[in-house]
T-cell receptor, first 114, second 115 residues
Framework: DTEVTQTPKHLVMGMTNKKSLKCEQHMGHRAMYWYKQKAKKPPELMFVYSYEKLSINESVPSRFSPECPNSSLLNLHLHALQPEDSALYLC?????????????FGPGTRLTVL | AQSVAQPEDQVNVAEGNPLTVKCTYSVSGNPYLFWYVQYPNRGLQFLLKYITGDNLVKGSYGFEAEFNKSQTSFHLKKPSALVSDSALYFCAVRDNRGSQGNLIFGKGTKLSVKP
């Protein structure tokens, strides 16, 4: 089983709202990732967690706040977003952060900021 | 600099014909190379990867890719295209600088297979 699940599938929020995206995997992977993807563009890495600790933060604005409560779960807390933050947000996981391990992606959350 | 190039924005193929989606890379050391496919409004699906060994890698849905070290290429191929193969294809390489390890993606190639 190589499934990564994400909820919700779609999210519409105003610029003053607070919302969270959730990601879950039960493959025993120790690395989890958040990506942002604009239409017809490649995914852009936002955050990487390795063994439940934040390893990489690609200079993401503080209105995005990641959290890794345990080895299976990854959250992305959203607050005071801008319309340009509208995108597909993808979660991925891999056995480890380094080496040739495959990253498996979830179906994504389509976020619209009004 | 570590990078991946997909020189074609779009590839058009007739159903039943062979298809090739091109990818070249630039990394230091030995590359770990990946191909993913993305259907509209979906996440990325892993197709295949090259780590070491045989230069011809076989993957999901009848796809294969050929690693060519001298040309620094990793082209995706399929002997007979299906209409259902129409999607966006991404080539990626693992960033093996120091403690990075994240994927570096090409810009993507849209594959259109016509009946």
């Amino acid at each position: 089983d190589t499934e990564v699940t994400q909820t919700p599938k779609h999210l519409v929020m105003g610029m003053t709202n607070k919302k969270s995206l959730k990601c879950e995997q039960h493959m025993g992977h120790r690395a989890m990732y958040w990506y942002k993807q604009k239409a017809k563009k490649p995914p852009e890495l936002m955050f990487v967690y390795s063994y439940e600790k934040l390893s990489i933060n690609e200079s993401v604005p503080s209105r995005f706040s990641p959290e890794c409560p345990n080895s299976s779960l990854l959250n992305l807390h959203l607050h005071a977003l801008q319309p340009e933050d509208s995108a597909l947000y993808l979660c991925a996981s891999s056995q480890d952060r380094l080496g040739p391990d495959t990253q498996y992606f979830g179906p994504g959350t389509r976020l619209t900021v009004l | 600099a570590q990078s991946v190039a997909q020189p074609e924005d779009q590839v058009n193929v007739a159903e039943g014909n062979p298809l090739t989606v091109k990818c070249t890379y630039s990394v230091s050391g030995n590359p770990y190379l990946f191909w993913y496919v993305q259907y509209p409004n979906r996440g990325l699906q892993f197709l295949l990867k090259y780590i070491t060994g045989d230069n011809l890698v076989k993957g999901s849905y009848g796809f294969e890719a050929e690693f060519n070290k001298s040309q620094t290429s990793f082209h995706l191929k399929k002997p007979s295209a299906l209409v259902s193969d129409s999607a966006l294809y991404f080539c990626a390489v693992r960033d093996n600088r120091g403690s990075q390890g994240n994927l570096i993606f090409g810009k993507g190639t849209k594959l259109s297979v016509k009946p």
